[in-house]
């Protein structure tokens, strides 16, 4: 038995999600039944972390074991051949028997993309979220500053969250702009159901002029969801880069 890690780019306009669910097709469905098809295997794919729907993915990483004898670095290729043009596995390798997809993450990415010009463009429409009014970049980076370091993000999470433990650890909050484009940045231990969408929603906000970036140090300070904004759209949402010890996908995506 070899347990294989898979690196893998979706566009998640047309799907549920990462996770199977009842009703509607997820990419985990997808690629589960691209390699039964490949191998009759249907092993149990056990990815960083779950996406909502809408949300897309540069480098989402999933292990299976398998007892298939495809050397490692080609069943990216052959399942490639097998899935939608909007799923693509990037890479593929075998791991120790003891790597957990999940478990092991050291540091999880995402990039959420604003398109902040007069008009929506046709072509970042599932990508990107339109805000036509002018947004202050300064302004928001005043309040992504306040993410910063280890906080109990209760505010920020959605109702349905079962998570264990609502404090994270916060490494990179920034935006930045390229011309219309703004896009912001953000790196943690972890992150909760929704947690980032609720983040650029009330920084959003901020950037408008509507609150203050002291709305954030309120919410981080006593943590409930009353406290902090609306939640920003799901498809300005990209899973950007995930880090392990044993590897970091930002050097198997370039």
Same mark, same amino acid.
């Given at each position: ?157 959605? *109702? +349905? #969250? ?7 650890? %916060?490494? !990179?909050?920034?935006?930045? =702009?390229? @011309? ?6 953000? *790196? +943690? #231990? ?7 969408? %609720?983040? !650029?929603?009330?920084?959003? =906000?901020? @950037? ?8 954030? #140090? ?37």
């Amino acid at each position: 038995m070899r347990r294989i890690v898979l690196v893998i780019e979706y566009d998640g306009t047309n799907y549920v999600g990462w996770q199977v669910q009842p009703n509607g097709v997820a990419i985990q469905e997808k690629i589960g039944d691209a390699f039964y098809m490949l191998t009759g295997e249907r092993p149990a794919l056990h990815a960083s972390g779950r996406t909502d729907s809408g949300v897309h993915a540069r480098a989402q990483t999933a292990h299976f074991d398998t007892e298939c004898r495809i050397p490692a670095d080609k069943i990216c290729y052959a399942l490639n051949t097998r899935l939608p043009d909007d799923i693509r596995i990037k890479a593929s390798f075998e791991v120790p028997q003891d790597f957990h997809a999940r478990f092991d993450v050291r540091r999880k990415h995402y990039v959420y993309t604003v398109n902040n010009a007069p008009h929506a463009s046709a072509f970042t429409r599932n990508t990107a979220l339109h805000v036509h009014y002018p947004l202050d970049i300064e302004r928001l980076n005043e309040a992504a500053k306040l993410f910063l370091g280890t906080h109990d993000f209760n505010a920020f999470r959605a *109702a +349905g #969250s079962k998570a264990s433990t609502t404090v994270r650890t %916060i490494f !990179v909050s920034e935006w930045t =702009r390229d @011309g219309e484009y703004l896009r912001y940045h953000v *790196a +943690g #231990s972890g992150f909760l159901y929704n947690m980032v969408r %609720i983040m !650029v929603g009330t920084m959003l =906000r901020i @950037g408008q002029g509507f609150e203050d970036p002291a709305l954030i #140090s309120s919410a981080l300070a006593e943590p409930l969801r009353s406290n902090a904004g609306d939640t920003a759209p799901a498809h300005g949402l990209t899973l950007w880069r995930v880090e392990y010890e044993l590897f970091d996908t930002e050097e198997l995506t370039v």
